[in-house]
């Protein structure tokens, strides 16, 4: 006989994350197809939709109207009568002809991450990589950018995860006593790019591998920014950071075992005036490990795609600090489940 709080007792959540796989992969099949690009230029029907995609009817409207459930479309009409737009968020994020667009990581995910995932298991029992460096002996980074699409499609995925991060981090911190800013692991150059828009007394260094930087300078070229925003080639580990009042990093710390991650802030506590800042952006877990899932899963994730990479606390991050020599350190939240962890020298 059951009781009351078994009757009470929903099994919604279970099937909903359960299944989850398969809002994802409609999501991230519309951002592969440029769907949310299209709709941006005005609404369609669907059989505008499907001619202009390639797509087959079959299934067509399930899809459409998949999206409009999960809250990513907009319709007026039904079926044939049917005229989709993008939701306010999509049309912001997704499309890729705006400077706010994110959907690199989507891709990503869609085209690398979703199949690597499929061996968490095997990732969790042997505490080894699934990603690309599974069955090679090269580092991570020498890996991806030894391919030229991946390294490029890599550089959007980094800068489209943080890129709402960057730009709440550019205009929430205050930089009124700083000069200047170099972005260790600067990617496409987009952090250095939105503190420079944002802070007009700012000049910034983009820092990355050589192969990334032509990738870095034609996006800062085409922002108009070749005057403030400089693209500096090195490895992180080899050289000395350029010496900068604010040496940022965004999701770089994670992609490292303790003993590097130590190393990495030493060397930005070196290239910093006294009284210069550290910052890092990441999914910053709180301390306690039972709220900020998003950013436990990406320590997960970093189980799959690296040696010893995993996500930390503010906690973990002040205690590396204080052995680095850094005076105090507080945490900025900035959009969803990211933060800026700042140390101060």
């Known amino acids: 006989m059951e009781t009351t709080n078994q009757k009470e007792i929903d099994p919604g959540r279970i099937m909903q994350i359960g299944m989850g796989f398969w ?6 099949t519309a951002v592969s197809m440029g769907l949310f690009t299209l709709l941006a230029k005005g609404g369609l029907s669907g059989e505008e939709i499907r001619a202009k995609l390639g797509l087959h009817k079959r299934s067509l409207y399930d899809f459409l109207d998949a999206l409009v459930a999960l ?3 907009q319709r007026t009409g ?7 737009t993008n939701a306010a968020d999509t ?7 705006k400077p706010s667009y994110i959907g690199g990581i989507m891709e ?6 979703y199949p690597f995932w499929n061996n968490l298991e095997e990732g969790l029992k042997t505490g080894k990589p699934q990603s690309e460096i599974k069955s090679s002996d090269k580092p991570f980074f020498e890996e991806i950018y030894a391919d030229k699409n991946k390294l490029q499609e890599f ?5 489209g995860a943080q890129m709402g991060n960057f730009i709440a981090f550019s205009k929430a911190f205050d930089f009124s006593r700083y000069k200047t800013l170099c972005d260790i692991g600067g990617a496409g150059g987009a952090l250095s790019a939105h503190v420079a828009m944002n802070n007009h007394h700012m000049t910034c260094i983009s820092f990355d591998l050589p ?4 990738v870095a300078e034609e996006n800062i070229q085409q922002m108009g920014l070749s005057s403030r925003v400089s693209v500096k080639s090195g490895d992180m580990f080899k050289d000395d950071f350029p010496k900068a009042d604010v040496i940022t990093m965004g999701n770089i710390l994670h992609d490292w075992g303790t003993a590097e991650k130590k190393i990495l802030m030493k060397k930005a506590y070196d290239a910093l005036p006294e009284g210069g800042a550290f910052v890092v952006i990441e999914n910053i877990i709180d301390d306690d490990r039972r709220q900020n899932a998003f950013g ?3 320590s997960l994730n970093m189980l799959i795609e690296t040696t010893d990479g995993y996500d930390f606390s503010k906690a973990d991050f002040d205690v590396l600090a204080k052995e680095v020599g850094f005076k105090n350190t507080s945490l900025m939240p900035l959009t969803g489940p990211s933060s800026a962890a700042i140390a101060i020298k």
Request: proline share 5%; net charge positive.
């Open 23 to 28: 809002a994802s992969k409609i999501l991230l």
């Open 71 to 73: 809250g990513f479309l």
């Open 78 to 84: 039904l079926k044939a009568t049917s005229v989709y």
């Open 91 to 97: 049309d912001l994020f997704l499309d890729k002809n």
């Open 108 to 113: 990503m995910a869609n085209h690398r991450l």
């Open 155 to 159: 550089v959007k995925a980094m800068s």
């Open 211 to 214: 192969p990334v930087g032509p």
């Open 296 to 298: 436990l899963m990406m």
